[in-house]
């Protein structure tokens, strides 16, 4: 069974950072793309920030220039540098992976950490 496991959520005040880390545990292969997504109360699940495993990276226009998307393919983890919070970026994130299972690739999303930006 593969498990996302994410970290590092907490509560920040506005215009602090935070730095999440997810980890896949189990088989699983070929990890592509791994990222973030998050859902704020009321309001559908977002991109946040993915990358491809070749490094190509996709954020969502909202975080460009404040957050960062790293990966350890190795260590089969994905990590989410979040400087500048803002209050709107309160919500809760999920670690996302699309890759193969057994015999077929299927997407594995993580129980999700909540971000509370106050101000």
């Known amino acids: 069974q593969v498990q996302l496991v994410e970290s590092g959520g907490g509560l920040v005040q506005v215009g602090g950072s935070l730095r999440l880390s997810c980890v896949a545990s189990?088989?699983?292969?070929?990890?592509?793309?791994m990222g973030w997504y998050r859902q704020a109360p009321g309001r559908q699940r977002e991109l946040v920030a993915v990358?491809?495993?070749?490094?190509?990276?996709t954020y969502a226009d909202s975080v460009k220039g404040r957050f960062t998307i790293s990966r350890d393919n190795a260590k089969k983890m994905v990590y989410l540098q979040m400087s500048s919070l803002k209050s709107e970026d309160t919500a809760v994130y999920y670690c996302y992976a699309r890759g193969l299972l057994v015999d077929t690739y299927s997407e594995v999303w993580g129980q999700g950490t909540l971000v509370t930006v106050s101000s």
């Open positions: 189990g088989i699983i292969f070929n990890i592509n793309p």
């Open positions: 990358m491809h495993s070749g490094g190509l990276t």
